[in-house]
């Protein structure tokens, strides 16, 4: 069985910028287990040393939409 918990937020550049350093740094500790955010919520998780990392950018462009961009950052592991 997946549990999933998801947060949708909207953040300053700034905002962000301390979210992925603190999410940084959870990995970069060194702890067995890493503590992350999610909305009002904290989930306890087990990577291992090495994790898969995919990065994934859309630039679309389009004359009744106007112009948007994404980045997906997806990490996974097996515990």
């Known amino acids: 069985m997946a549990e ?3 947060s949708d937020d909207v953040m300053t550049r700034a905002e ?3 979210y992925l350093s603190s999410l ?3 990995f970069d500790d060194g702890n067995e287990e890493i ?3 999610v909305g009002n919520k904290t989930v306890s998780l087990s990577p291992p ?4 990392a995919s990065v994934d950018v859309v630039e679309r462009s389009s004359i009744l ?4 961009e994404t980045i ?3 990490l996974s592991w097996k515990p």
């Open 4 to 6: 999933r918990t998801t």
């Open 16 to 18: 962000l910028a301390s």
């Open 24 to 26: 940084a740094q959870e």
């Open 35 to 37: 503590a992350v955010a």
């Open 49 to 52: 040393e090495n994790v898969n």
């Open 65 to 68: 939409r106007g112009e948007r």
């Open 72 to 74: 997906t950052i997806e």
